[in-house]
């Protein structure tokens, strides 16, 4: 039951299957033999040098993927009636847009904030024309910058809009839920039981989205959870269930302004600006979700004087290099628990 700190080549594994999922190659293990990573100069000239391996794509995909459950894209099946332009390719191409986007961010070391306001993204015709841009040929990917400010950031993607969206429709539930979840760390309370289900829109007599979830929330019991996904759902509604920009929802006009906070935001800049200015939650979420991944477990209580020691280094300085290293430099990564021998005994048949 006694903890330790890890031998080089304990922490050389442990930093290869975090950064590459794989094992260490000869470099990472003749210095982990010579016992200089424990050195933080060492340690910090290697996590770069694996950070710019092309390796470490498989760890950014695979982070992004889980952190921001774009992965769920390949179970989602929008309704063929509405979306008729949705199919396996564009599907895929939504994940690749996401995915070169977070590497370039990495690779590129900037900001963790620019998350969610980067003038940029990754896109080929096929996407480029779902979002409305008529002056991009060809299936492969290329960088370009955005020249309105509607879809900066992760949250203009429409593989995280489809992924928080019905087939049929979007939902300010599903998006107001991954937003606390995701991005600010407060996960909603579980819904009550034998909610009955929002009332579907009235195509002869058209009411938006945002007036039937008024009337489903009129129930004290489901505007006590409603209260507070719903807002942030609601800033998202322009985007449609597969992340096009829209003006009208059935016919009826589409209002997505929201009070959050004490304060009015009427457009997706407002709703970035007011995320990342609600303190560290943004900050400290980012922290927690590649923790998690990097120690393959869930972070717990004892976890968060490191978590906020890392978020207060990350105060003058949050560049990705700096957080992936307040990660591999923190006890929490770097020490190991032996099994509890009597604990082993007790178990044994």
Request: net charge negative.
């Given at each position: 039951?006694?903890?330790?700190?890890?031998?080089?080549?304990?922490?050389?594994?442990?930093?290869?299957?975090?950064?590459?999922?794989?094992?260490?190659?000869?470099?990472?293990?003749?210095?982990?033999?010579?016992?200089?990573l424990s050195t933080p100069a060492t340690l910090a000239g290697q996590v770069r040098r694996m950070l710019s391996d092309r390796r470490s794509t498989r760890f950014m995909d695979d982070f992004i993927g889980q952190w921001l459950q774009i992965r769920n894209i390949f179970s989602q099946d929008p309704d063929g009636a509405l979306f008729a332009r949705f199919n396996d390719t564009?599907?895929?191409?939504?994940?690749?847009?996401?995915?070169?986007?977070?590497r370039s961010q990495v690779r590129e070391d900037r900001s963790i904030r620019e998350l969610l306001s980067a003038d940029y993204t990754f896109l080929n015709e096929q996407l480029a024309r779902h979002y409305g841009l008529d002056d991009l040929y060809g299936s492969h990917f290329r960088r370009v910058t955005w020249?309105?400010?509607?879809?900066?950031?992760?949250?203009?993607?429409?593989?995280?809009?489809?992924?928080t969206s019905y087939a049929n429709r979007t939902s300010v539930v599903l998006r107001g839920k991954w937003v606390l979840e995701n991005l600010l760390g407060a996960p909603p309370p579980p819904p009550p039981a034998n909610v009955p289900p929002l009332a579907e829109n009235d195509r002869r007599q058209p009411t938006s989205l945002r007036e039937r979830m008024e009337l489903h929330r009129s129930s004290p019991v489901c505007a006590s959870c409603h209260a507070r996904m719903d807002p942030l759902g609601f800033a998202l509604e322009h985007f449609d269930a597969i992340g096009r920009w829209r003006e009208t929802d059935g016919g009826a006009d589409i209002n997505?302004?929201?009070?959050?906070?004490?304060?009015?935001?009427?457009?997706?800049?407002?709703?970035?600006?007011?995320l990342l200015a609600s303190g560290d939650e943004?900050?400290?979420?980012?922290?927690?979700k590649l923790m998690t991944y990097a120690l393959g477990r869930g972070v717990d209580y004892y976890d968060a004087p490191t978590i906020r020691r890392i978020a207060r280094d990350l105060?003058?300085?949050?560049?990705?290099?700096?957080?992936?290293?307040?990660?591999v430099g923190s006890d929490a990564f770097q020490m190991r628990r032996?099994?509890?021998a009597a604990a082993q005994v007790a178990a044994q048949p």
């Open positions: 039951g006694a903890v330790y700190r890890s031998s080089g080549l304990e922490l050389a594994s442990r930093l290869s299957f975090f950064l590459w999922k794989s094992t260490p190659d000869d470099e990472l293990l003749e210095v982990a033999e010579r016992g200089e564009l599907r895929s191409a939504m994940v690749r847009e996401t995915e070169l986007f977070f020249t309105d400010d509607r879809r900066h950031g992760l949250l203009g993607h429409a593989s995280l809009l489809t992924v997505a302004t929201i009070t959050w906070r004490g304060d009015t935001i009427d457009s997706p800049r407002a709703f970035r600006e007011a943004f900050i400290l979420t980012v922290i927690e105060a003058g300085d949050d560049r990705w290099s700096s957080l992936v290293l307040g990660i032996a099994p509890d």
